[in-house]
Structures are given as C-alpha cells and as structure tokens.
T-cell receptor, first 108, second 113 residues
Framework: DAKTTQPTSMDCAEGRAANLPCNHS???????VYWYRQIHSQGPQYIIH???NNETNEMASLIITEDRKSSTLILPHATLRDTAVYYC?????????FGTGTSLTVIP | DSGVTQTPKHLITATGQRVTLRCSPR?????VYWYQQSLDQGLQFLIQ???????AKGNILERFSAQQFPDLHSELNLSSLELGDSALYFC????????????FGPGTRLTVT
C-alpha cells in the first residue's frame, strides 16, 4: 500500500494561501493522489485529485512533483470555513486509505 | 449536500444487540462504500459493493455484514454489538468501480451502551 505522510496540524491566516504538503514516496506509476477534507464530524468532502500533472478546480490547486513522491494542496484564499482535517490519499486498487490527515486552522 | 443519504442519523443501542444502517447512493452511482470512524481513529474502510456485488473488503469484522440491493441502496448490519463498536459510520458512493471520487453521506452515529 502506498502510504502518505502529512503534518499533524497547520495554521493559516484568513485570506492567505494555505499550502498543505503530503509525502507519498512509495507511490506507483498508475496510482492517483486524492485530497479530501472533513469538517468537524461531517462526511469527508472530495476536493481534487491528480496523477502526474498539476490540477486546479474551483476549490483548490494540486501540485505534484515531477518524481510524484510528494504533492501540495493549495487553498488560494483560505476562509474560516476551510478549517478542517485534510486527508491526502493514494488510491490503491479501489480502496481509499485515510491516514490521520492535517488539521488546518484558519485564523481570523 | 453530496446527494448520498444515510439513515438513521443517530442510533443508541445496548451491547449484544443488532442494528441496520441504510445508505442511498447518489443518482447514477453504482459503487457504495462503508467506513467506520471511531473517536480516536481515522476513517477505516470496511467494504465496497459495485452494482450489487461485493468488490473489496477492508477491516470489517465478522460480526458485520453488508449488502447492496437491486435499487443500489445498501445496508450495513452490525450484530453482537460491543462498546467498541460505538463510532460514526459513513457511506460513500462513486460512479464506477475504481478511480472515481467518492461522495460521502452525513454519517450515522452509533452509540452502544
């Protein structure tokens, strides 16, 4: 199983960009990187995913290094509502393995 | 709103009992996944069904079972309940078998007393 490593917690000032790193050094060539977030005890929410190229959608940008061993999720203008636990997941087969994630706190 | 519905929202029961949790996937989604989230644990994958058939198993106890019906809704059955089964149980659905984003329901909070 490809494992991911994320910082336990991070703070970000409201209105600034939040950059959440993730290491996945054992990722295989055909494994996608997914990002989800969980606000309090709600169901996790899909944010973005990618394979090799950088991706952007209305919520965030995903930057994957050329060797694919790490990635960064960027929330361009963090708001208080972005306070959540962010999970970086490598899809192995058809199973998601959620780690402990990064607890992001957006500070006013 | 993800489009995935789960019932009930809350469930309180005693040890040794049996409960059934229900999940309706998003319209058009064929895969249903079940996850357990205990207080101190991350999300643990339990089981996946695709178009009525079991396709993947994770850390699911033998006391737990699931099925997906022809209308694609799914039920998770938990029996001989123990205090440690108290957790949030999430259902998720996706369009296909693999490689698709999963959309999660609001969860069922199970409390075993």
């Amino acid at each position: 199983d490809a494992k991911t490593t994320q910082p336990t917690s991070m703070d970000c000032a409201e209105g600034r960009a939040a950059n959440l790193p993730c290491n996945h050094s054992t990722i295989s060539g055909n494994e996608y990187v997914y990002w989800y977030r969980q606000i309090h005890s709600q169901g996790p929410q899909y944010i973005i995913h990618g394979l090799k190229n950088n991706e952007t959608n209305e919520m965030a940008s995903l930057i994957i290094t050329e060797d694919r061993k790490s990635s960064t999720l960027i929330l361009p203008h963090a708001t208080l509502r972005d306070t959540a636990v962010y999970y970086c997941i490598v899809l192995t087969g058809n199973q998601f393995y959620f780690g402990t994630g990064t607890s992001l706190t957006v500070i006013p | 709103d993800s489009g995935v519905t789960q019932t009930p929202k809350h469930l309180i029961t005693a040890t040794g009992q049996r409960v059934t949790l229900r999940c309706s996937p998003r319209s058009g989604d064929l895969s249903v996944y079940w996850y357990q989230q205990s207080l101190d644990q991350g999300l643990q994958f339990l089981i996946q069904y695709y178009n009525g058939e079991e396709r993947a198993k994770g850390n699911i106890l033998e006391r737990f079972s699931a099925q997906q019906f022809p209308d694609l809704h799914s039920e998770l059955n938990l029996s001989s309940l123990e205090l440690g089964d108290s957790a949030l149980y999430f259902c998720a659905s996706s369009r296909g078998l693999a490689g698709y984003e999963q959309y999660f329901g609001p969860g069922t909070r199970l409390t075993v007393t």
